[in-house]
């Protein structure tokens, strides 16, 4: 994705936020939410936008517009700058915590004087929010897991971000070098990056750590020299850059991408076979390390020579894969090119921010065979749905198929499940459907009990065939919901029912531990982008990511299936 969508859409974001400060028009606010994430799904860099190019994005009118092209020449936008200008310091960092909301910020800042989040932790444990209105003990409770999450996720990025940033660098670089790549946790496509690890291979390391310093995005040097370099980027995250000789890859790859407890038992394994690994390549153990490597040139002969075969990269956790190695037993892992459908995708009739046409074209790009489109349901209500409203979906959709010969149009919805575990309609009217998402969107905080009864509920149903993004997460802003996630797996296992990886970068959800855990229930899976904009289809590498880290194989995956196992899957004779 591009860089400027990013940033303009985080500034438009913020423009939204600090309105909510000031008491802005709600209406308002609510358009620049929705015209910010329309801005970072589009799929054109709009850095080279003029203003009836930027008027295209969808959601975007005249006056944002004007607000994006005061950002493509100045690099920000002014209300923007006038606002953080009006707002406290203090206020905006009490924003950050993810669940204060920005009318509580101003509140705690104008009658107690606090301005960070440490003293207002500090503020809630001597008991002086209290008195407050509108702050009662829950408040406190919510507003302190607030301040753990952010603590938790503390400097580490979301994948998305490292991602486009390891594609920009990478291409950067590899006209000047033999190969290059990214390593690291990224590779292994952990769902938090704490910096990213680029690997070149040349003989001629100094220009391309000159071309790597110079590089736009880079804001300042760390350290460097012939080997390594260290920079930070414009938005504060560290690149690592290693330049190694071409015939210390393979080794040296290995060792990059870790994990450290991977590199560990790789390690241990090559001591006993009379033999040293590092990230110089793998020696005799009399051998030092600047005479000549065994072979290193590629991974594959690393692995090869301890015995194991290549072990991918999205399981080197040390997490049972160096056994399942040994023992021939290895995942054959679900590829991105495995995938025939999607069957989770949003359009303009509920809160995507593309056109029903748009979005089918994106889907007949990405070469799939079946798509499903499953706006939300009346029950959230903001999305003002309507029966007729769907059901003239549904008349656009089978119209709209004539014109897609091989791409299978299935009309779905995505349900509430309610706190019951009830979802929006009845039997009679959920039949139409091709196929049904259900997912929680609310009453997040109920207890393990309540929330898994509602979710064995809703695979009880027979007309709930995927169970959308299960724990409701968002990594770094809302915990995953408590459940009794056994009993779900159990449930969903002896229903037929689905459980979703959705792909945004901030859900990941189910996400990789619960996989694992899910796959030994018998679960079946689908690998969802939840798309609400034509760029969101570009995030399913990260669902796929989050499901190799969980060991699906295709098998596992319904949307990797011929379409006639797909159908049997949602008559759902299990739950009958
Ligand atoms: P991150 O950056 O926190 O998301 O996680 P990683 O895994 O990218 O960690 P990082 O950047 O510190 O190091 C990249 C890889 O390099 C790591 O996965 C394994 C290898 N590595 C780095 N330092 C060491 C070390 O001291 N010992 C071992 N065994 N491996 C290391
Ligand atoms: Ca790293
Ligand atoms: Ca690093
Ligand atoms: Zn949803």
Redesign the pocket.
């Known amino acids: 994705m591009a860089r400027a969508n990013d940033e303009a859409a985080a500034l438009v974001q913020e423009l939204a936020d600090l309105l909510s400060i000031t008491g802005g028009d709600a209406f308002k606010i609510r358009a620049y939410e929705k015209a910010a994430r329309a801005i970072a799904g589009y799929p054109e860099d709009i850095s080279g936008l003029g203003l009836a190019g930027l008027k295209k994005i969808p959601t975007v009118g005249e006056a944002i517009a004007k607000k994006l092209a005061d950002y493509n020449t100045t690099g920000t936008i002014r209300q923007v700058e006038e606002l953080r200008a009006q707002i406290p310091a203090g206020v905006r960092a009490l924003t950050a915590i993810p669940t204060l909301g920005p009318k509580k910020a101003l509140a705690v800042h104008q009658e107690l004087g606090v301005s960070s989040v440490d003293e207002l932790a500090a503020a809630i444990r001597e008991g002086r929010l209290r008195g407050l209105k509108g702050f009662g003990a829950k408040t406190e409770d919510n507003i302190l897991r607030g301040i753990e999450l952010m603590e938790q996720t503390g400097g580490?990025v979301l994948i998305d971000v490292a991602a486009g940033l390891a594609d920009e660098i990478v291409a950067a670089l590899s006209p000047l070098a033999e190969r290059c790549v990214h390593?690291?946790?990224?590779r292994?496509m952990?769902e938090?990056?704490?910096?990213v690890?680029i690997l070149a291979a040349s003989r001629e390391p100094k220009p391309i750590m000159a071309a790597f310093t110079a590089l736009p995005l880079v804001a300042e040097v760390i350290g460097g020299g012939d080997k390594k370099t260290s920079i930070r980027t414009t938005g504060g995250l560290q690149v690592?850059l290693r330049v190694v000789p071409p015939e210390a890859w393979g080794a040296a790859l290995q060792?990059?991408?870790?994990?450290?407890a991977h590199?560990?038992r790789t390690?241990e394994i090559a001591v006993r076979a009379g033999l040293k690994l590092s990230e110089y390549g793998l020696f005799t153990a009399d051998g030092d390390e600047t005479g000549e490597p065994i072979v290193s040139a590629t991974e594959e002969e690393v692995y090869d020579r301890l015995g194991l075969p290549w072990i991918p990269p999205a399981l080197r956790e040390d997490r049972g894969e160096i056994e399942a190695a040994l023992a021939g037993g290895l995942p054959r892992l679900v590829t991105v090119d495995d995938l025939r459908g999607d069957l989770h995708s949003h359009t303009d009739l509920t809160d995507g921010t593309a056109s029903l046409e748009e979005m089918v074209r994106a889907a007949a790009a990405r070469g799939l065979e079946y798509y499903a489109i499953t706006d939300h349901a009346p029950n959230l209500f903001m999305q003002r749905m309507t029966d007729e409203k769907m059901l003239a979906q549904r008349e656009r959709v089978r119209a709209l198929q004539r014109e897609y010969p091989g791409l299978v149009l299935l009309h779905g919805t995505e349900l509430n499940i309610d706190p019951d575990g009830g979802v929006d309609w009845d039997a009679d009217f959920l039949s139409g459907f091709d196929i049904c998402v259900a997912s929680v969107h609310s009453h997040f905080t109920q207890d393990e009990a309540e929330m898994t009864r509602r979710f064995v509920r809703a695979c009880e149903n027979p007309h709930v065939h995927v169970i959308g993004h299960p724990t409701a997460r968002q990594i770094g802003r809302r915990p995953e919901v408590e459940a009794d996630w056994d009993e779900v797996f159990t449930a969903a296992a002896r229903t037929g029912t689905a459980l979703e990886v959705d792909s945004f970068p901030d859900r990941l959800d189910l996400p990789a531990d619960l996989i694992r855990r899910a796959l030994r229930h018998g679960v079946k899976f689908t690998i969802d982008t939840d798309a609400h904009a034509v760029g969101h289809h570009r995030n399913i590498r990260y669902g796929v990511g989050t499901a190799q880290r969980g060991w699906l194989t295709p098998d596992d995956v319904i949307n990797t299936w011929p379409l006639d196992r797909l159908r049997a899957f949602l008559r759902k004779p299990a739950a009958g």
């Open positions: 580490r390593a690291g946790s990224l292994r952990r938090t990056i704490g910096d690890d690592d060792y990059f991408t870790g994990s450290r590199n560990v390690r």
